[in-house]
Nanobody, 116 residues
Framework: QVQLVESGGGLVHPGGSLRLSCAGTGSISLINAMGWYRQAPGKQREMVATISVGGTPTYADSMKGRFTISRDSAKNTVYLQMNSLEPEDTAVYYC??????????WGQGTQVTVSS
């Protein structure tokens, strides 16, 4: 089992930045990859970025160049630095961890609102 707790969401103006954090506890050593997903009202949950246990990042095309995922293994924490935010980035952002390449664990989500 893995428990994930997100933080760092909030309200930001267009063009602004936010950094999300996800702290993991539990069976951390079994995690294959961690990542961030988001779900906007009326839309399906979509992948934002993932990072492998070896540190290799993967991004959704629309986030490339604006978002950066990173991890601090010593703190069991994954970060998502979001720059040049747009109103279309408004969503609930969820932290994800994968164990055994098939078992998914989710955080409770953190709201990000981009509005003037």
């Amino acid at each position: 089992q893995v428990q994930l707790v997100e933080s760092g969401g909030g309200l930001v103006h267009p063009g602004g930045s936010l950094r999300l954090s996800c702290a993991g506890t539990g069976s951390i050593s079994l995690i294959n990859a961690m990542g961030w997903y988001r779900q906007a009202p009326g839309k399906q949950r979509e992948m934002v970025a993932t990072i492998s246990v070896g540190g290799t990042p993967t991004y959704a095309d629309s986030m490339k160049g604006r978002f950066t995922i990173s991890r601090d293994s010593a703190k069991n924490t994954v970060y998502l630095q979001m720059n040049s935010l747009e109103p279309e980035d408004t969503a609930v952002y969820y932290c994800n961890a994968v164990i055994g390449f098939k078992y998914n664990f989710w955080g409770q989500g953190t709201q990000v609102t981009v509005s003037s």
